[in-house]
């Protein structure tokens, strides 16, 4: 099954989980805030006869999941990011702020023995809306992509590592010099790797 159709599947039942989990008693709500710190590398695909260009993004952002844990070992929810970043790229001397956000169902493990806590998620929505910069604005959308990350949890205090691979499918051409424009197209994509790096509060009801 293709990875993206079976988060799909799980995020749309995930409020309907908890009878088939009963056996792993105790079970309940799992929620987790935390800031997060993203550095990435991004190259935005233009058609032929244009050349490609590259760029990079970095800031902080909020995260926030909510779902339901299994035994405080399993933990399936639904995973939502905002972020304000410093986005550049070559295209153009791009250079200025940022905001974006994803949304991506997350299945995780954590090990209350040792702290370890392993998971991945697929992002299905998301988009990244820089300002305008030299007379050219954009506006990226239609996000996906693999997420994968590691934690080590003290207490209800968890440091993580994360690594995305996301494509945005969707770019809106909103200037470009004088003129202001509402010009969609699907051949001009942004991709973006990324690593992030945050401070999260896993906590089970």
Do not use: C
């Not at 799980?10 to 309940?28: I, Q, R, T």
């Amino acid at each position: 099954m293709n990875l993206k159709i079976f988060f799909l599947i799980l995020s749309l039942n995930l409020a309907g989980m908890k009878p088939l989990f009963a056996k792993l008693k105790p079970y309940g709500l799992f929620v987790e805030p935390g800031v997060t710190y993203e550095i990435g590398n991004s190259e935005i695909n233009y058609p032929v006869p244009f050349s490609n260009s590259s760029g990079e993004s970095n800031g902080f952002g909020l995260m926030g999941r909510f779902g339901m844990h299994f035994s405080e070992t399993l933990f399936a929810a639904i995973d939502g990011r905002f972020k304000m970043v410093q986005f550049q790229d070559s295209t153009n001397n791009y250079n200025s702020e940022a905001t974006g956000y994803d949304v991506a169902p997350v299945i995780g493990v954590q090990m209350p023995d040792i702290g370890l806590r392993i998971w991945g998620s697929y992002v299905l929505a998301g988009m990244l809306d820089p300002r305008e910069s030299n007379s050219l604005d954009l506006k990226f959308e239609e996000a996906t992509g693999p997420r994968v990350g590691a934690g080590f949890r003290l207490m209800s205090i968890s440091i993580n590592l994360e690594y995305q691979n996301l494509n945005y499918g969707k770019t809106t051409l909103e200037q470009l010099g004088p003129f202001a424009s509402a010009g969609d197209s699907n051949s001009i994509q942004l991709k973006n790797v990324s690593y992030t790096l945050s401070v999260s509060f896993p906590l089970e009801i």
